[in-house]
Nanobody, 124 residues
Framework: VQLQAYGGGLVQAGGSLRLSCAAS????????TGWFRQAPGKEREFVAA????????YYADSVKGRFTISRDNAKNTGYLEMNSLKPEDTAVYYC??????????????????WGEGTLVTVSS
């Protein structure tokens, strides 16, 4: 499966953005998907994950209550709705997918497919 994340941009603190992850090549509903982010000088970190059907989600503590992960399998697209953004949310955001995962995982190396990132910049 090929993934492409888009929707990043510059936003003021307290604002909102919605990222999208467009999938092509294989049946999107066969994959657990996740969002990760990487700030300059830092390791890539887990943000959120969603099950194949969308019925289960999991969030990093740092974004819980502010971000919402979702998916529309009919449109082969995943989403990350980000509200109440903070300057520390500034990073390149990546979507990822894996067809073998049985549980939602926070480990980047467990995801086989990655899209190019999209930059989110939150100004104070």
């Amino acid at each position: 499966v090929q993934l492409q994340a888009y929707g990043g941009g510059l936003v003021q603190a307290g604002g909102s953005l919605r990222l999208s992850c467009a999938a092509s090549g294989r049946t999107f509903s066969s994959y657990v998907t996740g969002w990760f982010r990487q700030a300059p000088g830092k390791e890539r970190e887990f943000v959120a994950a969603i099950s194949r059907s969308g019925g289960r989600t999991y969030y990093a503590d740092s974004v819980k209550g502010r971000f919402t992960i979702s998916r529309d399998n009919a449109k082969n697209t995943g989403y990350l709705e980000m509200n109440s953004l903070k300057p520390e949310d500034t990073a390149v955001y990546y979507c990822a997918a894996d067809g073998n995962l049985l549980v939602l995982t926070t480990t980047p190396s467990r995801y086989d497919y990655w899209g190019e990132g999209t930059l989110v910049t939150v100004s104070s």
